[in-house]
C-alpha cells in the first residue's frame, strides 16, 4: 500500500482489456449470426472474437495474479468483494442447471398425452443408473475429498500435499468426462428424442462442462501452488476454485438422484 493512501482499497491503473474483451465479444456475437446466415467470412469472425477473448483472459487474469501475489493490493478488505461475489456466481449457476431439473420433474409427474401420459416417455429405453453414471459418481466423490485435502494442506503450510491432492484431483476429473463421453456414445437415445433426451443431455451435458472448467480451474491453482503463489493467510484463487468444485459435486448427486435413479423408475 502506497504511504499516501490512506484507505485499504486497490485502485486499478489503466488497462486496456476490458476495451480489447468487448471488441472480442462483439467479433463474436457478429461473426456467429453471419454464419447462421451464411454469410461469407462468418466462421472466421467469431473464431477470431473467441480467440481475442482467450488471450483477454489471460493477459488481464495475469495482471490479476500479478496484483495480488506479487505486489500485495489484495488486502482483506478487498479480498472481501471476491469472497461474497464468487459464491454468488457459484449459486447462479447451480440454479442454472436446476432449470433443467425443474424440466425434468415436469414431464415426470405430469406427463401429457403427446409423451404417452407415461415417465418415461413410450419408446425410451433409459440408462440403468447402476452402469456408468455410479461407477463416475465414486470417482467424482473422492476429487471433492482431495480438493479438501489441498485445501487443509495450504492452512497447514504443506506445499507438496496440497500439490499431489490437486494432482489427484486433475487425474479423476478428466476419467470421470471420459466415462461420461463413454455413456452419451452408448445410449439408446439423442438429445432430439422427445422432451426426455432433451432434459437428459441438457442437465448432464452443461454438467460436464462446468466438470471441464472446474478441471481448468484445477489445473492452475495446481501451478500456482507448485510455484509458491499460495500461503495459509493468502489463497482465495484455491478457495474459489474448491468451492466451484464442491458446488459440481453436489449438482451432480442430484444428477444421479433425480435423473438416473428416480428418472428411470
Not at 499516501?4 to 476490458?18: E, G
Not at 418415461?120 to 440403468?128: C, R, T
Request: with cysteine; charged share 10%; hydrophobic share 45%.
Amino acid at each position: 500500500m502506497s504511504v499516501s493512501q490512506k484507505h485499504p482499497y486497490h485502485l486499478v491503473d489503466p488497462s486496456p482489456w476490458p476495451l480489447l474483451g468487448s471488441l472480442g465479444a462483439l467479433a463474436s456475437t457478429l461473426g456467429g449470426v453471419m454464419y447462421m446466415h451464411s454469410f461469407t467470412g462468418g466462421a472466421t469472425l467469431p473464431g477470431s472474437g473467441l480467440g481475442l477473448i482467450l488471450y483477454t483472459m489471460f493477459v488481464w487474469w495475469r495482471d490479476v495474479l500479478r496484483e495480488s501475489t506479487y505486489e500485495g493490493h489484495h488486502t482483506k478488505v478487498v479480498q472481501s468483494g471476491p469472497r461474497v461475489g464468487s459464491p454468488s456466481f457459484t449459486v447462479s449457476e447451480v440454479m442454472f442447471l436446476l432449470a433443467f431439473f425443474r424440466a425434468s420433474f415436469h414431464s415426470s409427474l405430469a406427463p401429457t398425452v403427446e409423451i404417452g401420459a407415461i415417465r418415461p416417455p413410450k419408446g425410451i429405453e433409459v440408462l440403468d443408473p447402476w452402469g456408468i453414471p455410479f461407477p463416475n459418481t465414486l470417482i467424482l466423490l473422492p476429487s471433492g475429498a482431495a480438493v479438501t485435502w489441498a485445501h487443509h494442506a495450504i492452512l497447514a503450510g504443506s506445499k507438496k500435499q496440497a500439490v499431489y491432492a490437486l494432482v489427484a484431483t486433475v487425474w479423476l476429473a478428466p476419467v470421470f468426462t471420459g466415462f461420461q463421453g463413454m455413456e452419451y456414445v452408448e445410449a439408446p437415445f439423442t438429445t432430439s428424442d422427445g422432451i426426455y433426451g432433451s432434459t437428459f443431455s441438457s442437465a448432464t451435458g452443461f454438467h460436464g462442462f462446468h466438470v471441464i472448467i472446474g478441471t481448468i480451474f484445477s489445473i492452475i491453482c495446481g501451478i500456482r501452488q507448485y510455484l509458491g503463489h499460495f500461503s495459509p493467510s493468502h489463497h482465495f484463487g484455491f478457495e474459489a476454485a474448491a468451492w466451484y468444485w464442491h458446488s459440481v459435486d453436489v449438482v451432480w448427486l442430484f444428477s444421479f438422484v433425480s435423473i438416473y435413479w428416480w428418472g428411470g423408475l
